[in-house]
């Protein structure tokens, strides 16, 4: 039996980062930038106004105020999309409205509360003549070209992580499409004669088969694409079947028969048709979790598809797949393996540990005053699948912990942030 972070070491040991693929921008949220990515052109392409107001040169309104406005003629108007041709000379000035080109001679944009534009509109004056009412500093309210990206500049490093604002980069310098590491096909296999579709009759020895469906939403939810492949009964045959289909996948993960019963098949299988990197490790839940590489030919070449046997009961299922499975396809994604962040909390309950394994136990974690505390989520079989549904996070009592009492101050792996008032 080996411990945690060695098997999580074996795990990306074996797992690589995918090849890149071109896709529209849109499309690739969550992805990762497969090359250096370098701007064509400047943003802002131009310098412009950042206010609505008038583009002045500001030797023309050094020292207005209200008693003293600075009368200037006005030129024209330009909004945005539009460039005004002519050029701002000494005691002009030009209307210009947020995102506009500055016109040439220009240096401020004084913005139109700051002027007498309202007075005359209500004394019903044509606007061919303007009052500045205030000084503005010299370059005020302009963005300058280039102040956010300079053309041929680096925009993003190969490696970053896409979310919205990167997004709205890409689309700022004119990408329509961009370059990332592909996701990963997560081929999902559940085992167990004794497993029924949901949306069928329920005989009796026959129980819902929950864990594809929970670990294709986790799949999803980390920017994997689930591929399901059914039911495999307890049958070397019928495994050996689906197996085959899954070696058209990146990664494949089984749930159930990799314990030590009669009909616990996946990991003599996973021997057969690869090879077997471990089996079992020193945590609860999720102790009966193998590991290997399944082998096939392709074209007189071997392919090789990582294989993480999953245990069966529900929990663990779960559990396992947020410390190990999550991680190997963050690597297979071009991603830095990255634990979910931990915190400590005040524990509300007791946790016993007699078998000196890593102990994961579900508890709901919220702000109480200054610090936060953990709430284990009732009773803690591996089989009770409402203990994560009611859970936010995972207290972490150490192999040499033989008890968290209540109110010993735990470490807490969070499992979410969101909505928990946190």
Excluded: C
């Excluded at 709205?168 to 579709?197: F, H, M, Q």
């Excluded at 098949?265 to 020193?282: N, P, Y």
């Amino acid at each position: 039996m080996i411990s945690v972070e060695e098997a999580l070491d074996k795990i990306l040991a074996l797992v690589h980062v995918l090849d890149p693929e071109e896709k529209p921008i849109l499309e690739a949220l969550g992805q990762v930038v497969a090359e250096d990515i370098y701007s064509d052109i400047s943003v802002p392409p131009l310098d412009n106004s950042a206010m609505d107001g008038f583009a002045v040169r500001y030797d023309d309104i050094a020292g207005a105020g209200p008693s003293n406005p600075g009368l200037l003629e006005v030129l024209g108007e330009v909004a945005a999309g539009n460039v005004f041709t002519g050029r701002i000379r000494p005691g002009t000035a030009v209307r210009i409205m947020t995102g506009a080109p500055v016109p040439a001679g220009s240096d401020t944009v004084v913005p139109f509360e700051e002027t007498d534009e309202v007075k005359r509109k209500q004394n019903k004056e044509t606007l061919k003549t303007i009052g500045i009412l205030k000084e503005i500093a010299r370059g005020e309210n302009i963005r300058k070209a280039g102040e956010d990206i300079r053309k041929g500049s680096l925009v993003f490093r190969k490696g970053t992580s896409l979310r919205p604002a990167e997004i709205g980069v890409l689309a700022s310098v004119g990408k329509s499409t961009v370059a990332v590491i592909r996701r990963p096909i997560v081929g999902i296999l559940a085992t167990g004669s004794e497993l029924v579709e949901p949306g069928n009759p329920l005989v009796p020895g026959k129980i819902y088969n929950s864990n594809t469906y929970s670990l294709a939403s986790l799949v999803s939810r980390y920017g994997g694409i689930p591929r399901i492949l059914g039911i495999a009964p307890d049958r070397i045959s019928a495994l050996g079947q689906k197996i085959r289909r899954a070696m058209k996948t990146d990664i494949l993960l089984t749930s159930a028969g990799v314990s030590m019963g009669d009909y616990d098949l996946v990991k003599d299988v996973l021997t057969r048709k690869g090879e077997i990197s471990f089996w079992t490790v020193r945590m609860k839940p999720g102790k009966p979790l193998a590991f290997g590489l399944l082998h096939s030919q392709e074209g007189g070449k071997v392919r090789k598809v990582p294989h993480l046997g999953l245990p069966g009961n529900p929990v663990s299922a779960m559990i396992t797949f947020e410390l190990f499975a999550r991680l190997a396809l963050q690597k297979m994604m071009g991603m830095e393996p990255r634990q979910k962040p931990v915190i400590e909390a005040t524990l509300r309950g007791r946790i016993e540990n007699l078998e000196r394994r890593r102990y994961f136990a579900r508890a709901f974690v919220r702000k109480a005053g200054n610090e936060f505390v953990a709430e284990i989520t009732g009773p803690q079989g591996s089989g009770i699948l409402t203990s994560m549904a009611q859970a936010n996070g995972l207290v972490i009592v150490p192999e040499d912990a033989i008890v968290a009492e209540d109110g010993e101050r735990v470490r807490v792996m969070m499992l979410d942030w969101e909505g928990d008032g946190l």
